[in-house]
């Protein structure tokens, strides 16, 4: 199959090299002239474990290349895959001019019986528009059809090799029989559904996962105030076959570039159609305010974070990424600097953001940590988690180690003197078995 990927960011270039890899000829077209240079030379602008090696193997296989001209990809393509941005509009609905920008822009090359796919994360409605904006400049029959990305930043990779399942939403069975194909090779977990469906259910799975997370904050926030361990609950609750253990971690909140946007997009979808009262609103205001609240938290926990050195570690939104898109660390610098502490801080991967503003950013760990009053570990880089802060362990200062993620043995850090706080934890030292 010859297939365009269009829009080569995170999700384009992700889809784009696992095609080739599968051995079809594979063009990743974007307006960005520069990205495409530098995808031509196997550079990935942005972080993203083992994307870097597949884009080199398949490039030196000619399976796939990369260009910005459309009358160059698009003639020969059995199969288009629209993976553009789809930012929030002012209104908290969805931006869809990019997507109606490459309509415009394929269909004067289209062959016939191409399939025009849409990865982007649409609502319902969407192909109709699409098409609208297509069959103005073409008389060639074409389909349209939507294949929703469920991929994670940080392991897209292996998500998109070994996924959970392949979405298909389309309307007719050669559509249906093509993109089947396309996918085999990856799962035999392959669901045919109708195109508003596929777009529910990526909006669904990502609205119920921040809920979910929602929901163990809130269980986490409880159990700070009546002596259960949240951590204990989990593994508690976690038996039940229907709910399960995974993906259950409290913290400061969701982040990244999906579950903020597709929440508030819900929200607004309902209240469009007069659901006002809805879920969507709520955890989206739940996950807004937390950050603020555990921040007030933590400084009178501390004493005043005033005057103090505290490291913030972990800047991206989450580890094996450097995407800072809604990170904590954009609140919680800013916040930091203007209780007055000296904030330090250490990502693995994460470049300046001007967003910070007053931050003493540094690539070694051990000297973001050196002579510290707090320690914040925002984000469970494998690094942080498992330094061994005993190193900077001054018996006679009060020093704070605040496990934003609860990754850290709490006891094991209590009696080598820290001031240990987790979020929902408690920590009786005595009392463990
Ligand atoms: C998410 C979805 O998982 C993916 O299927 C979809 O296609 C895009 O959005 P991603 O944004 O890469 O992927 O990150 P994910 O690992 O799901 O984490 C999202 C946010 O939730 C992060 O801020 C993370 O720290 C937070 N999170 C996740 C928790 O706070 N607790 C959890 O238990 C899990």
Redesign the pocket.
């Known amino acids: 199959m010859t297939i365009t990927v269009i829009g080569t960011g995170f ?1 384009g270039v992700v889809t784009a090299a696992v095609y080739a890899s599968l051995g079809h000829q594979v063009w990743g077209l974007d307006i960005d002239e520069k990205k495409v240079a530098s995808l031509s030379a196997s550079r990935v602008p942005f972080y993203e474990p083992n994307l870097e090696e597949m884009l080199t193997e398949t490039q030196k296989k000619g399976n796939l290349k990369f260009s910005s001209d459309y009358s160059q990809a698009i003639p020969d393509s059995d199969l288009i895959v629209i993976a553009v941005g789809t930012p929030s509009a002012l209104d908290g609905g969805v931006d869809l001019k990019y997507v109606m920008a490459v309509g415009e822009s394929i269909a004067p090359y289209l062959k016939a019986d191409t399939i025009v796919a849409v990865k982007s ?1 649409v609502p319902p409605g969407t192909l109709t528009a699409l098409a609208a904006v297509i069959e103005g400049k073409t008389s060639v029959d074409y389909e349209t059809a939507s294949l ?9 990779v292996n ?1 998109t090799l070994h996924p959970d399942r392949v979405v298909i939403g389309a309307r007719s069975k050669p559509a249906f029989d093509k993109l089947n194909a396309l996918h085999a090779p990856l799962t035999e977990n392959i669901i045919n559904i109708s195109p508003e469906s596929a777009q529910m259910a ?1 909006y669904s ?2 609205a119920y ?2 809920t ?2 929602t929901f ?2 809130q269980i986490a926030d409880l159990c700070e105030k009546n002596g259960a361990d949240v951590e204990e609950v989990v593994k508690a609750m976690g038996s039940d076959s229907r709910i399960g253990s ?14 903020p946007k ?1 929440v508030q997009e819900l929200a607004y979808f309902s209240r469009k159609v007069g659901e006002g009262d809805n879920l969507f609103n709520k955890i989206h205001e739940l996950n807004q305010k937390r950050l603020g609240k555990l921040l007030a938290a933590y400084d009178q926990k501390v004493g005043g974070m005033k005057g103090k050195k505290v490291a913030v570690l972990g800047l991206a ?2 580890p094996h ?1 450097d ?1 800072t898109r ?3 660390s954009l609140y919680v610098v800013p916040k930091l600097n203007e209780l007055g502490a000296r904030v330090v801080g250490y990502d693995p991967k994460v470049l300046w953001q001007d967003s910070w503003g007053k931050l003493h950013q540094l690539e070694d760990l051990a000297a973001a940590v050196e002579d510290v009053d707090v320690i914040m570990i925002l ?2 880089w494998p690094d942080i988690i498992s330094f061994d802060f005993n190193l900077v362990r001054q018996p006679q200062k009060i020093q704070w180690l605040i496990d934003t ?1 609860n990754r850290l043995d709490a006891c094991q850090f209590v009696q080598q003197g820290w001031q240990y706080i987790g979020v929902g934890r408690q920590v009786n030292c005595d009392q463990k078995k």
């Open positions: 999700v994360t929703p990305e469920f991929l994670r930043e940080g392991s897209a998500d990526k799975a990502n996962l921040a979910r997370i163990i904050n995974h993906y259950w971690y409290p913290g400061l909140g969701y982040g990244g570039s999906c579950f597709d939104f989450k990424t995407d809604e990170a904590p984000v469970e993620r």
